[in-house]
């Protein structure tokens, strides 16, 4: 879903990623006030590695995470979406690996 909306994701970064950014500056870091949609992107990465019998579930899905706000972050700070792509097929590997 992202890599199809490299374009917006190299102009903007990430919606969800850029709101929580700014909701942690402006009140502090409290997961009862993260928006949803990020609490829930990280619950759905959860499961999916708990349902491969991954042990530390929870750690991958933080790493995952971290590496597509990465290149979000990148992606939009360079005006370079291929960056975002090049990262999500990166990740895609990874995740074959495991």
């Not at 903007?12 to 009862?32: A, F, N, R, Y």
Request: proline share 3%.
């Amino acid at each position: 879903m992202l890599i199809s909306g490299k374009e917006r994701v190299g102009n903007d970064g990430c919606p969800v990623g850029s709101l929580s950014q700014e909701v942690h500056k402006s009140i502090g870091c409290h997961t009862d006030v993260l928006p949803d949609a990020l609490k829930d992107h990280h619950g759905w990465l959860s499961e999916q590695f708990r349902l491969m019998g991954k042990k530390d579930a929870d750690a991958l899905a933080g790493q995952f995470f971290s590496i597509i706000q990465g290149a979000c972050l990148l992606a939009s700070s360079f005006n370079d979406p291929e960056i975002f792509v090049e990262q999500g097929e990166r990740l895609k590997d990874w995740v074959k690996s495991l």
